[in-house]
């Protein structure tokens, strides 16, 4: 199974960005999906994750009511749609596929997409 993340670039400080996570090789349905990111000199932290039919999302507190993580199905497709972005929300950004244990601990993901470099400016 491949990942592969896009969307990431540029953007002011209050604007919207939204990502995207396409899978190949395998479905995404019934899986636990999430999302990370990791800024430069820090280590990988968790954003959110969802559910494989979307019923029950989970956010770090630092970005709950900013961020909305979805999926698409059909398209194979993860999504974080994040707004307001702050310059802390500069990071490379993952996706990728839950495996076992603790949702929040990148350890527990097994495949990865390639991350893609999400800038905020102030």
């Known amino acids: 199974v491949q990942l592969q993340a896009s969307g990431g670039g540029l953007v002011q400080a209050g604007g919207s960005q939204r990502l995207s996570c396409a899978a190949s090789?395998?479905?995404?349905?019934?899986?636990?999906m999430g999302w990370f990111r990791q800024a430069l000199g820090k280590e990988r932290e968790f954003v959110a994750a969802?559910?494989?039919?979307?019923?029950?999302?989970h956010y770090a507190d630092s970005v709950r009511g900013r961020f909305t993580i979805s999926r698409d199905n059909a398209k194979n497709t993860l999504y974080l749609q994040m707004n307001n972005l702050q310059p802390e929300d500069t990071a490379v950004y993952y996706c990728?596929?839950?495996?076992?244990?603790?949702?929040?601990?990148?350890?527990?993901?097994?495949?990865w997409g390639q991350g893609t470099q999400v800038t905020v400016s102030s």
């Open positions: 969802t559910t494989w039919n979307d019923d029950n999302a």
């Open positions: 990728a596929r839950y495996s076992r244990g603790s949702f929040i601990d990148p350890r527990a993901y097994d495949y």
């Open positions: 090789g395998r479905t995404l349905r019934n899986w636990f």
